[in-house]
């Protein structure tokens, strides 16, 4: 798998311990949990640990994870502005002001 070729196999774990619990969300949510323990050994850019909590439907951690990215200037932080998948998050007012202060288009 994709976690396997990267060198993440405890992803890989943490995705299959997820469906087995509790389906999609719970698959995503073990993703970002193991993801945000792995940058104590590893690099994982934030945006990619805020893209498993949007998909597990924990906003608030998915803008947490977003602020990290901004302040160690992830390089896909750019993109939030036009990523639909980052739709969810459009009317939140963290999400905007992230947007505001990176010069992004609201």
Known sequence: SYFSMIGLPQ???ALALGYAEGGHRAAARHLGDTLATL???RHVPP???AWSYLIAG?????????ER???E???WMPFLSADPMYDP???DPRFQDL???MNLPQ
């Open 11 to 13: 992803a890989e774990e």
């Open 39 to 41: 940058r104590s050994v």
């Open 47 to 49: 945006e990619t640990i």
């Open 58 to 66: 924990e906003n608030s951690l998915a803008l947490d994870w977003l």
């Open 69 to 71: 990215g901004f302040e």
């Open 73 to 75: 200037r992830d390089t």
């Open 89 to 91: 998050l459009r009317e």
């Open 99 to 101: 947007l505001r202060r």
